[in-house]
């Protein structure tokens, strides 16, 4: 466990005002049929000895298992598809206008959802 911060803050594990740290974890899951290691952020309470995650650390460590996977079987990783449309300076809409794809692939591909392989290889 890496403490990358520390805030003084009510606890959401013990319901106290102390300091609470934010750490990183190095996590290992089962996600489709394949065990994946990926870097995981949560709040640690050090009066319970727990972690909790935050709803936006679990929409982050949602995505860095979705990232490690893709990366693991060879698709694009969300940032690198954000980097794709920064380079050609376009919009999620755009690229998606572009490519002739619905509307909310782009945003979906870079948030929460993995790409097939075909839609992968057109990016």
Known sequence: MEIIKKAKKECLLCMEEHEVETAKIQEVELFRNREVTYTATYEYCSNTDE???????????????????????????????????????????????????????????????IQDRIHDNLL
């Open 51 to 113: 972690l909790i995650e935050t709803e936006e650390m679990f929409k982050s460590n949602d995505l860095a298992l979705k990232d490690s996977y893709r990366a693991e079987v060879g698709l694009l990783t969300s940032n690198e598809i954000k980097a794709i449309r920064e380079k050609y300076r376009v919009s999620q809409k755009g690229l998606t206008r572009v490519l002739g794809w619905d509307e909310a692939t782009i945003s979906c591909y870079e948030t929460f959802q």
